[in-house]
């Protein structure tokens, strides 16, 4: 059976557009027995299912799961309604599973799959940034220009000079809206993913994950420059790979949301970041 895995297709990003389209062509063109897109295709429903449509021509089975983008949602909406109910809609409109609701499993192979999420885990400690200001989406040097954050440069004496550089917010904050906490929806969802790791035991003798955010800190990249470090606290979490190595069955696990190629062997894991840009798109072929 042969798998071809992409990621980080942003569709609805207008330099992403013509990379991803040409990239749709030549899957389609190859062929394969399964697709799995692994979030991030686009925010707005409308266009994300224009670029699942790009794949109409794919012959074998195809699935998603959701990335963070997918969760991004206009004033007044609900990231966790859409989580729950609009985007697996969406992907049965396409032609699509949806990973995130129901595992797949076909001739003794199983994918499961999750957005993932983050519980700042992954925070760059090395930075000195309290705490408050990774839960906020907003850095020291960002949350001092701004009103509505100002409570949390009040105390100061806990921010030191380099961290008041740090000018720079991530955007889920403003276009992910939750009715929890993100440790509580990290918690969610690794429960979530473990239930579905449960059902397909048993019923394949090969399984394969693939979690939109990074399952191992060894995967984060690191940059030497603040505002892009200060991002690495949203690159996934601890809990998402404790989950996966308790399953030796499980052989791979895909994860795309970093914008690099990354690979890790932990334990009986090969862990693999696809590494799709906004202008360079990528994907890999697995046969088993």
Known sequence: MRIIVTSDLHY????????TESIAREICERGGDVLLVVGDTASNLPVLERGLGLFDNFGGCKLMVAGNHELWTAPGE???HRYENELDEACSRNG???LDSKPF???GLAIVGSVGWYDYSFRPSLMKIPLRFFQSKVA?????RMDEWQHLVERGDDLCEAAMQVTTRWMDGVRVKLPMTDAAFTEYLADKLRSHLDTVVGKATRTLAAIHHLPFAEMVPHSPIPDWEFATA?????LFGEVLLDYPQVSHV???????????RK???NCMSIGSTYTAKRYEVLDV
């Not at 020291?140 to 001092?144: I, K, M, N, R, S």
């Not at 949203?234 to 601890?238: F, I, L, R, T, V």
């Not at 895909?254 to 890790?264: I, P, Q, T, Y």
């Open 12 to 19: 609805d990003v207008a330099r992403s557009r013509t990379p």
């Open 78 to 80: 609900d990231s966790l």
């Open 96 to 98: 699509f599973q949806f």
């Open 105 to 107: 499993v076909e001739d």
């Open 140 to 144: 020291p040097g960002a949350a001092a």
């Open 234 to 238: 949203y690159h996934g979490a601890e």
């Open 254 to 264: 895909f994860s795309g949301h970093c914008h690099r190629e990354r690979r890790l």
């Open 267 to 269: 334990r009986h894991l």
